[in-house]
Nanobody, 122 residues
């Protein structure tokens, strides 16, 4: 059964950078939309970014546009989220997820990773 494993989280100062990775245990991610989500304490989970290989598109939440970049490495079956100019409000547990279909939306994801903590603080 497919598993997604996130890594790369940690503690970083405001203005710093982190790169999150989402590795798939089997199969290929190329036929599905893959999303990054985050959940801060006391807040609902929100979509951060999505990549669709089928469409050749990437989507971003307004709060991260211009700062975060999603990408993939098909050879490694891994999706990345490069996060630059981090702010304290980016602090959250970040999850990657595979959507049921190939197009990017913020709903209908059925395979989730365990999450990785990102803390932005001085």
């Amino acid at each position: 059964q497919l598993q997604l494993v996130e890594s790369g989280g940690g503690l970083v100062q405001p203005g710093g950078s982190l790169r999150l990775s989402c590795a798939a245990s089997e199969g290929t991610l190329d036929y599905y939309a893959i999303g990054w989500f985050r959940q801060a304490p006391g807040k609902e989970r929100e979509g951060v970014s999505c990549i669709s290989v089928f469409e050749g598109t990437t989507n971003y939440a307004d709060s991260v546009k211009g700062r975060f970049t999603i990408s993939r490495d098909s050879a490694k079956n891994t999706i990345y989220l490069q996060m630059n100019s981090l702010k304290p409000e980016d602090t959250a547990v970040y999850y990657c997820a595979r959507r049921r279909g190939a197009f990017c939306t913020w709903t209908d994801y059925n395979v989730w990773g365990q999450g990785t903590q990102v803390t932005v603080s001085s």
